[in-house]
């Protein structure tokens, strides 16, 4: 509102010239013709449109004006916004007790409050230019037709820029206001940031069942993959870690399954059921067990440990034929302060 005014009243004081000589050009026009013209209805009909059109010429440049200081105002504030459901009709708003709770709610103190700063301040400096101004504008009456609207223009632009700068400071002060106080009301509280955490993240007991499933899941896929294990090394007790090797499709032997305490005592039962060798070995179950996922090959550091196990195993299934003794099992050495 205040770049508008200040913008309308600029353009008129600097436009006071041509616009007063044209407007009185119109004026005079108006007023003068003869008889004939006054009774002819077609003619009266044409002189109005002649001065309205040369009103309209004469308001042009000022509605011009008008119409830029909208725009780029609204664009420096925040921005254009086009919307139609502003003019949608709801019910709501004819209810009186949410129009008696907007009038004396706390924010609608707060705008009377600032209403009322704002009516008074632009007061002050209205009557206080009036006082100032008081001669020029009683000299009007004295002078001519044609200077006195000339001044007259002069003047009405002069009082719309002194009552603008007062509304120039109102701005200063309520345009950040109203900026921070938008601002705080798209603000969330603490429990919708918490509320959204959850709706984004998960919730824990959705995440917490999701989990569940998963590991049921693996379980289930580690236990299936379990029977083509060369060989389960165990704690014995409380660790077992499955291992697998093909020398055609593997750079070395993978876990394909490993588990802790009741998950460990579940793969050795499955493993001897299928037949598949335990070795105890505890450092090398430990480490092994530490240091590799389902899927992943074990470490170089253990490739020496598992190598003695794994030939152990080869060589047991050859000695299971006639006529062969077993050999004593290796005893793999691992320093578990690396894992």
Same mark, same amino acid.
């Given at each position: 509102?205040?770049?508008?005014?200040?913008?309308?009243?600029?353009?008129?004081?600097?436009?006071?010239?041509?616009?007063?000589?044209?407007?009185?050009?119109?004026?005079?026009?108006?007023?003068?013709?003869?008889?004939?013209?006054?009774?002819?209805?077609?003619?009266?009909?044409?002189?109005?449109?002649?001065?309205?059109?040369?009103?309209?010429?004469?308001?042009? &440049?000022? *509605?011009? +004006?008008?119409?830029? #200081?909208?725009? =780029? $105002? /609204?664009?420096?504030?925040?921005?254009?916004?086009?919307? !139609?459901?502003?003019?949608?009709?709801?019910?709501?708003?004819?209810?009186?007790?949410?129009?008696?709770?907007?009038?004396?709610?706390?924010?609608?103190?707060?705008?009377?409050?600032?209403?009322?700063?704002?009516?008074?301040?632009?007061?002050?400096?209205?009557?206080?230019?009036?006082?100032?101004?008081?001669?020029?504008?009683?000299?009007?009456?004295?002078? &001519?037709? *044609?200077? +006195?609207?000339?001044? #007259?223009?002069? =003047? $009405? /632009?002069?009082?719309?820029?002194?009552?603008?700068?007062? !509304?120039?400071?109102?701005?200063?002060?309520?345009?950040?206001?109203?900026?921070?106080?938008?601002?705080?009301?798209?603000?969330?509280?603490?429990?919708?940031?918490?509320?959204?955490?959850?709706?984004?993240?998960?919730?824990?007991?959705?995440?917490?069942?999701?989990?569940?499933?998963?590991?049921?899941?693996?379980?289930?896929?580690?236990?299936?993959?379990? &029977?083509?294990?060369?060989?389960?090394?165990?704690?014995?007790?409380?660790? /077992?870690?499955?291992?697998?090797?093909?020398?055609?499709?593997?750079?070395?032997?993978?876990?394909?399954?490993?588990?802790?305490?009741?998950?460990?005592?579940?793969?050795?039962?499955?493993?001897?059921?299928?037949?598949?060798?335990?070795?105890?070995?505890?450092?090398?179950?430990?480490?092994?067990?530490?240091?590799?996922?389902?899927?992943?090959?074990?470490?170089?550091?253990?490739?020496?440990?598992?190598?003695?196990?794994?030939?152990?195993?080869?060589?047991?299934?050859?000695?299971?034929?006639?006529?062969?003794?077993?050999?004593?099992?290796?005893?793999?050495?691992?320093?578990?302060?690396?894992?």
């Amino acid at each position: 509102m205040t770049g508008v005014m200040l913008c309308g009243a600029a353009t008129i004081l600097l436009l006071s010239g041509p616009s007063s000589r044209r407007i009185l050009q119109a004026f005079s026009s108006a007023f003068e013709f003869d008889r004939a013209t006054a009774f002819d209805p077609a003619s009266v009909t044409q002189r109005f449109g002649a001065i309205a059109a040369e009103m309209f010429v004469a308001l042009l &440049p000022l *509605g011009v +004006a008008l119409l830029v #200081a909208v725009f =780029l $105002s /609204a664009a420096l504030i925040g921005g254009w916004s086009f919307s !139609l459901e502003a003019l949608q009709f709801k019910f709501e708003r004819l209810s009186p007790v949410k129009g008696l709770k907007r009038v004396f709610g706390a924010n609608g103190l707060n705008e009377l409050v600032k209403a009322m700063a704002k009516f008074a301040l632009v007061a002050i400096i209205a009557v206080s230019w009036l006082w100032f101004s008081v001669e020029d504008l009683i000299g009007l009456g004295r002078q &001519p037709i *044609g200077p +006195a609207v000339s001044r #007259a223009f002069e =003047l $009405s /632009a002069l009082s719309l820029l002194i009552v603008g700068s007062g !509304l120039v400071l109102i701005a200063a002060v309520d345009v950040p206001f109203q900026l921070w106080q938008y601002r705080k009301k798209l603000r969330m509280t603490r429990q919708q940031v918490r509320d959204e955490m959850k709706e984004t993240e998960g919730r824990p007991e959705v995440k917490s069942r999701i989990r569940a499933l998963q590991r049921q899941a693996a379980t289930r896929r580690m236990m299936e993959d379990l &029977p083509d294990a060369d060989v389960v090394i165990t704690n014995p007790t409380h660790f /077992a870690v499955a291992l697998k090797y093909d020398d055609a499709t593997m750079g070395a032997p993978t876990v394909i399954a490993k588990g802790q305490d009741q998950l460990a005592a579940r793969i050795r039962e499955v493993a001897e059921l299928h037949k598949v060798p335990l070795f105890s070995a505890p450092p090398l179950a430990r480490a092994l067990y530490r240091s590799s996922e389902v899927g992943d090959e074990v470490p170089a550091r253990l490739y020496t440990a598992v190598a003695q196990v794994l030939a152990y195993v080869y060589q047991l299934k050859e000695t299971l034929r006639p006529g062969q003794r077993p050999m004593q099992p290796p005893v793999p050495v691992v320093d578990e302060d690396d894992f």
